[in-house]
């Protein structure tokens, strides 16, 4: 599966193509990619230029930050001695063999390795 970080909607965002191309190949390959909907009000400002935005948003499927993942987010961010809520969120949507798309790897990285879920980061 593909995850997709909120680097990965500014990358699209501003038109990237590696990353539209990536996409189109997961939907080619009928793969969704998926995100948290903690990415998505991260990365949503509701204006008219975000267009290409729009276009990724409806394209991924956003997994809820419901009551128990948003537990579970905490009790991993205590885990890690990190802070950050939509990582924590993004990094729980995933599950092993996974490829997250992040600016922010580093993060990622040690949040899946707390988790003990094998992912490959994908910079973006």
Do not use: C
Request: net charge negative; no cysteine; aromatic share 4%.
């Amino acid at each position: 599966m593909w995850v997709y970080d909120a680097g990965a909607f500014i990358a699209a965002e501003r038109g990237d193509r590696a990353m539209w191309t990536r996409t189109k190949a997961a939907l080619a390959a009928k793969q969704q990619p998926v995100t948290s909907t903690a990415v998505v009000a991260q990365v949503w400002r509701g204006n008219p230029r975000q267009a290409n935005l729009a276009r990724l948003v409806a394209a991924v499927d956003a997994v809820p930050l419901t009551d128990p993942a948003a537990l579970a987010a905490g009790t991993l961010l205590a885990q890690s001695g990190t802070s950050d809520v939509v990582d924590a969120a993004l990094v729980l949507t995933a599950a092993d063999g996974d490829m997250i798309y992040t600016s922010d790897p580093g993060d990622i990285v040690h949040l899946a390795t707390t988790l003990g879920l094998h992912v490959d980061v994908v910079p973006v």
